[in-house]
């Protein structure tokens, strides 16, 4: 059946950590870490932090914690009481504008193949900032609703968020496909929802998964054009 309605996760799928920031924040601090190091080691700490157990016993925000931790650790950050200065002004950033504001190339251009002809929706767990984020970095526009969880009170894997982006933009769940990032997070709230899914592995670490698999959001665009999906 015709894909006619898109749903995509924001970070990690529209948008990555700045690392360059996180970096020079330490760095003002007197906290040394390098931002090549920080973003070589994350994709590995998120499918190490995406188990069935974690999802379904921690929150987003706790997982959050938790990934902050282990990529200082992986990177070589010395963890610690000096580093509590640098993570105050982390998150006082990251709640006001949100540290996910890398885009990658290509984004822009395969949202716009995505968008002919079809409805696109974020659904995002996320802390109140997505939609601003997404209006600030240029992306929103192609979007016909942005579901933050937070706003929501309800947070994927919760089939009820997926729900209310399908009631907003009027979609139907059998030709609706959610893209994301990280398999128990999205696929299994998506599928949960009725929904088809896809999971954005562009460093194969899911090659075990039962779930479609593409390297890239321009691959993504190539499979819902084609049909195939």
């Known amino acids: 059946m015709r894909v006619d309605s898109v749903f995509l996760d924001a970070g990690g799928v529209l948008v990555h950590p700045n690392w360059e920031r996180v970096a020079e924040t330490l760095a003002r601090h007197g906290v040394a870490a390098d931002a090549i190091?920080?973003?070589?080691?994350?994709?590995?700490v998120r499918r190490e932090l995406d188990t069935d157990g974690g999802v379904r016993t921690t929150s987003d925000r706790a997982r959050g914690e938790a990934y902050f931790n282990r990529v200082f650790a992986l990177a070589g950050v010395p963890l610690g009481p000096a580093l509590e200065p640098a993570r105050a002004e982390l998150l006082a950033y990251h709640t006001e504008h949100n540290l996910w504001e890398c885009v990658p190339e290509g984004t822009a251009s395969a949202l716009e193949r995505l968008a002919a002809g079809r409805r696109l929706a974020v659904v995002s767990n996320s802390n109140g900032t997505v939609r601003r984020k997404l209006q600030r970095l240029g992306l929103a526009r192609f979007f016909d609703t942005i579901v933050d969880s937070l706003e929501e009170g309800a947070e994927k894997p919760d089939p009820r968020i997926f729900a209310l982006a399908l009631e907003r933009i009027g979609?139907?769940?059998?030709?609706?496909?959610?893209?994301?990032?990280?398999?128990?997070?999205?696929?299994?709230?998506?599928?949960?929802?009725?929904?088809?899914?896809?999971l954005l592995d562009p460093h194969g670490l899911y090659a075990d998964h039962d779930c479609v698999r593409v390297p890239s959001l321009a691959a993504l665009a190539d499979l819902v054009d084609s049909g195939t999906l």
């Open 37 to 44: 190091r920080l973003a070589a080691v994350e994709p590995s």
């Open 171 to 198: 979609a139907r769940p059998d030709t609706t496909v959610h893209v994301g990032d990280l398999y128990h997070v999205d696929v299994v709230g998506a599928r949960a929802a009725g929904l088809r899914a896809v």
